[in-house]
């Protein structure tokens, strides 16, 4: 869990290089809790935005993915987050920078709702989603430091 007093502290969560392209998303107020993840969609649809903190931090984390589009091609994929299987319109390549020459990708949930789909999958089952849902974030952090090297600050 962690927590925005401003969108000042919002925006400064994602790299320095994103923040040409950043759009806020509409109807946030301060102070803002966030207890597992943010994510919205950009009114044009273009790019998603993610921000969360590893298990154990309340460091958050913020990612732009840009929508790659796959071409009319009508297959079923696996979200590599939360391992929900859906056609190629729920289930997309995401991308981002890594830097001015680089960009990575992974077949996530277009919408990045993950969390949504980890709630009701438990509910399902009459699990609680606890433990799904920080083996969900253990992958997020995975992905950002593994493919962008983004690393936690030290605690203060």
Same mark, same amino acid.
């Given at each position: @869990?962690?927590?925005?007093?401003?969108?000042?502290?919002?925006?400064?969560?994602?790299?320095?290089?994103?923040?040409?392209?950043?759009?806020?998303?509409?109807?946030?107020? =301060?102070?803002?809790?966030?207890?597992?993840?943010?994510?919205? %969609?950009?009114?044009?649809?273009?790019?998603?935005?993610?921000? =969360?903190?590893?298990?154990?931090?309340?460091?958050?984390?913020?990612?732009?993915?840009?929508?790659? /589009?796959?071409?009319?091609?009508?297959?079923?994929? @696996?979200?590599?987050?939360?391992?929900? /299987?859906?056609?190629?319109?729920?289930? %997309?390549?995401?991308?981002?920078?890594?830097?001015?020459?680089?960009?990575?990708?992974? /077949?996530?949930?277009?919408?990045?709702?993950?969390?949504?789909?980890?709630?009701?999958?438990?509910?399902?089952?009459?699990?609680?989603?606890?433990?799904?849902?920080?083996?969900?974030?253990?992958? @997020?952090?995975?992905?950002?430091?593994?493919?962008?090297?983004?690393?936690?600050?030290?605690?203060?």
């Amino acid at each position: @869990m962690f927590r925005f007093e401003s969108d000042r502290d919002l925006i400064q969560s994602f790299r320095p290089r994103d923040l040409r392209v950043m759009e806020m998303p509409p109807g946030l107020s =301060f102070p803002l809790f966030v207890r597992d993840y943010l994510a919205w %969609t950009e009114t044009s649809g273009l790019r998603v935005y993610l921000i =969360f903190s590893a298990p154990g931090s309340r460091q958050p984390i913020g990612i732009i993915f840009r929508r790659d /589009s796959m071409g009319g091609e009508n297959v079923t994929r @696996m979200c590599e987050w939360c391992h929900h /299987s859906g056609a190629s319109s729920e289930v %997309t390549l995401l991308t981002t920078d890594v830097n001015n020459k680089r960009r990575v990708g992974i /077949s996530l949930c277009a919408d990045l709702q993950c969390k949504e789909r980890l709630e009701d999958a438990a509910d399902r089952a009459g699990r609680h989603a606890l433990e799904a849902l920080e083996q969900l974030r253990a992958r @997020m952090f995975r992905f950002a430091n593994e493919a962008l090297g983004i690393e936690l600050e030290p605690a203060a």
